[in-house]
């Protein structure tokens, strides 16, 4: 009995992956962009001088934001 491996891909499945790969982004994406405008205009309106300047909301939402946002692979923020 001999085994043998396979390493070619059909491209059929490069295809597919590639149509995956637009669908994940773009779910993600417009997820991001229907949160996102949102929170920064709240965030921009509640801040001191803004159009409806509320101190408190301004902060925790500024801390909850901060706590999501990206963050390059190098920061450490257990430090």
């Known amino acids: 009995m001999s085994l043998e491996l396979s ?3 059909p491209i059929e ?3 597919n992956a590639l149509v995956d ?3 994940m982004v773009g ?3 417009a997820l991001a962009l229907v949160a996102g405008i ?3 205009v709240l965030l921009i309106v509640t801040a001191p001088g803004g159009f409806l300047a509320s101190p408190r909301v301004h ?3 500024g801390s909850i ?10 920061y450490c923020w257990w430090r």
């Open 65 to 74: 934001i901060n706590v999501f946002a990206p963050r390059p692979s190098s």
């Open 59 to 61: 902060r925790v939402l």
């Open 13 to 15: 499945r490069y295809g």
């Open 7 to 9: 390493l070619s891909i």
């Open 38 to 40: 949102p929170l920064a």
């Open 21 to 23: 790969t637009l669908q």
């Open 27 to 29: 779910i993600s994406g």
